[in-house]
């Protein structure tokens, strides 16, 4: 562009800022009929001004670094909480898959829980007796609170509820013993 005297630069400004709208609509169409053209255009410029445009948004960045950091900051929260939904979404799907891969093995041990409510007191206090109040699992004492019955043999093997099956476990090591699982499946607390 040529450089104009400065008087008729500011009178072109005042022109431009009257007629702004009018201005804008135009470039709007222009830009909606030669889209293809422009882009190869603002293209061309951007790579023959490629120093100056990144030396324009150096400083753009530099101007404006406390709103940028703040859209940032919104920008990796909001996809942080679409990507914590995603994951408990995929975790209750393959929660689900599970269930329905296991399905017999599931019946199994809903069964084997069902017959452990028909063991008597005396039964249960037997088999804590014979461990003598430790853990079968950890061998650590385990307090009342912490009591659970826990398959020797569990019943998705083939276990049974016979009482030389099962032995006294915290309830914590009986539901972390079968790894990649934390579903109770053959827990009982006390
Ligand atoms: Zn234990």
Redesign the pocket.
């Known amino acids: 562009m040529s450089r104009l005297p400065s008087s008729k630069q500011a009178q072109n400004r005042r022109y431009y800022e009257e007629h702004r709208e009018e201005y804008l609509k135009r470039a709007r169409l222009y830009y909606a009929a030669n889209r293809e053209k422009v882009k190869a255009q603002v293209k061309a410029y951007q790579e023959a001004h490629a120093e100056e445009s990144a030396a324009w948004h150096a400083a753009y960045g530099k101007a404006h670094r406390a709103e940028n950091n703040e859209r940032n900051r919104r920008w990796y929260s909001r996809h942080l909480e679409v990507r914590r939904a995603r994951g408990r979404e995929q975790a209750l799907a393959s929660y689900y898959r599970h269930l329905e891969a296991n399905r017999e093995k599931a019946r199994a041990i809903a069964h084997a829980r069902r017959a452990l409510g028909n063991l008597t007191v005396a039964d249960i206090r037997y088999v804590f007796g014979r461990s003598g109040g430790k853990?079968?699992?950890?061998?650590?004492y385990?307090r009342k609170t912490?009591r659970s019955l826990d398959h020797i043999i569990p019943v998705a093997l083939g276990g049974n509820n016979d009482l030389c099956n099962l032995q006294l476990?915290?309830l914590?090591?009986?539901l972390t013993r079968h790894t990649g699982s934390r579903i109770p499946a053959q827990t009982r607390m006390l």
């Open positions: 853990c079968g699992l950890c061998g650590k385990v912490e476990a915290h914590f090591c009986n």
